[in-house]
């Protein structure tokens, strides 16, 4: 049973970062790219962090896992943001909004 | 080959359309590009280092994922103020 899990799960995780990849090249915008970029730090790395302790438990190794997956899922948005202001500043030469852009 | 190597090893195929974005798109596009591939390259390394059994390779994508991070930031940096 475990090791059906673990399939299942690493089997999303190559799925999720594959149809990220893939959504790169498919999207037309850097806004647009930039969310494939987002889902790339959080889905298939999370799969992978509970095929890992499924697979290990608690061990050294499974605590690694949390700090490489938790570093990731924190500074995942922040340098997706960062990136996206950069976009704007490239397009805009500012990162305010347009008199014709509405901002909620 | 256990099921974290297969894993890993199927994963490698994710770097094809990330380089593409990286030689074709334009400078942000190519570092949204980049941005994909440390977190591509930081999950393989994860089911590398589970697959081969050895704690010590879990260093590793500790590793890529701060370099990631930091690369990233740096470069969102110099994009936003210098192009």
Do not use: K
């Amino acid at each position: 049973m475990t090791g059906a899990a673990i399939d299942v799960l690493l089997g999303v995780a190559v799925v999720a970062q594959l149809v990220s990849a893939l959504g790169l090249v498919v999207m037309r915008t850097a806004a647009d790219r930039l969310h494939y970029t987002s889902a790339a730090f959080t889905v298939g790395p999370f799969c992978v962090l509970a095929a890992v302790l499924l697979h290990d438990g608690m061990t050294t190794s499974g605590y690694d896992t949390i700090a490489t997956v938790g570093l990731m899922f924190l500074a995942g948005p922040i340098v997706v943001h960062a990136t996206a202001r950069a976009g704007r500043r490239l397009e805009l030469g500012h990162t305010r909004p347009r008199p014709d852009e509405r901002v909620p | 080959m256990n099921e974290f190597l297969l894993a890993g090893t199927v994963m490698l195929a994710g770097f094809v359309p990330v380089g593409v974005v990286c030689l074709r798109g334009g400078p942000i596009d190519a570092l949204a590009a980049l941005e994909l591939a440390g977190a591509l390259a930081t999950t393989i390394l994860l089911c590398l280092a589970e697959g081969f059994g050895r704690p010590s390779y879990f260093d590793v994508p500790v590793v890529c994922a701060v370099v990631t991070w930091v690369s990233g930031l740096v470069f969102a940096r110099f994009l936003g103020r210098h192009i």
